[in-house]
């Protein structure tokens, strides 16, 4: 949808609210949700009525609206600023908004992605690169694997395909192992460099090939440019927020993982993921 369609519906509540529903982000209610009748009517703005138990229930119920008092017609604007990065404290001021208000629909469309992505369980298979790498402000002492305070995050990339990306407890090869088991499919094969931890995935059924960074950073097919190139883009677009919580950091990780993922396509996807709460 482009801009013009976009702000033509939001002009209309009425509008909005259709469009939300059918986009699944509003249930669409055949039944009373109290007793189970089917004789339900709206009664009066975003509400509805059943007529055999007499109860009423707003429109919002059961979707990522309920417990936001926002219009739908800026909830829609919010969503289109979200799909092309505009920060909520550009945002709220866009929207005519509490920055507060703002800040909790960003946060919810965040959690609403994190949920959706947490129920892939597609593995990848083919060539997959595999990296670690760490997240986190910049801190004195040790560098790199093994750096204090920082969170380790390991990647796995399908050539071709879709990126994983999950927070490990560490970078041992009891943890990046059991994240391969889980993600790629037995028989695929698998470019790393020459960290200690990927030494067993022949054990397990997998191809394996690695790429001493020390000589070289390809050799042929035998690279990991791929999941590199992934941390450079998740970097660099999180430098912008100025620090995320380590509470929070899971969100923002996992949307970027759903942008990359999904870049042909984000505005239908974010969709999706709303109408699956």
């Known amino acids: 949808m482009n801009l013009a369609e976009l702000l033509s519906i939001a002009s209309s509540e009425e509008r909005s609210e259709e469009f939300l529903r059918s986009k699944g982000v509003l249930k669409t209610f055949r039944q009373c949700p109290f007793c189970g009748g089917s004789s339900i009517g709206k009664v009066r703005r975003n ?8 109860k009423e229930w707003s429109v919002r119920r059961e979707s990522i609206l309920e417990d936001l008092k926002v219009p739908f017609s ?10 092309l990065e505009v920060p909520v ?3 709220y001021k866009e929207l005519s908004m509490a920055y507060n208000t703002a800040y909790k629909v960003y946060s919810k469309i965040r959690q609403a992605i994190c949920l959706f992505v947490s129920k892939d369980d597609e593995s990848l298979s083919g060539e997959v690169e595999m990296d670690e790498t760490y997240f986190g402000g910049r801190r004195k002492g040790k560098r790199g694997r093994g750096a204090k305070g920082k969170i380790p995050v390991f990647g796995i990339l399908e050539r071709e395909g879709k990126v994983k990306v999950e927070i490990v407890r560490d970078v041992s090869a009891e943890s990046i192992l059991r994240e391969t ?4 499919k037995r028989g695929s094969i698998i470019y790393t460099d020459k960290f ?8 397990y059924g997998f191809r394996h ?4 960074h020390s000589l070289r950073f390809a050799n042929g097919k035998v690279y990991i440019n791929g999941i590199e190139g992934f941390w450079s883009y998740a970097k660099e677009r999180l430098l912008k927020f100025h620090g995320v919580s380590p509470k ?3 969100y923002y990780l996992k949307e970027l993982e759903f942008r990359y993922n999904n ?7 974010v969709y999706l993921c709303l109408g699956g709460i």
């Open 248 to 250: 929070n950091f899971i």
């Open 89 to 91: 404290n550009r945002a």
């Open 47 to 54: 509400f509805l009525k059943c007529y055999r138990c007499r």
């Open 181 to 184: 088991i889980e993600k790629v």
């Open 74 to 83: 800026k909830f829609l604007l919010a969503i289109k600023l979200f799909v």
């Open 209 to 212: 090939e690695r790429i001493d």
């Open 263 to 269: 870049r042909e396509n984000l505005d239908d996807m």
């Open 196 to 203: 200690r931890s990927y030494d067993g995935l022949i054990m």
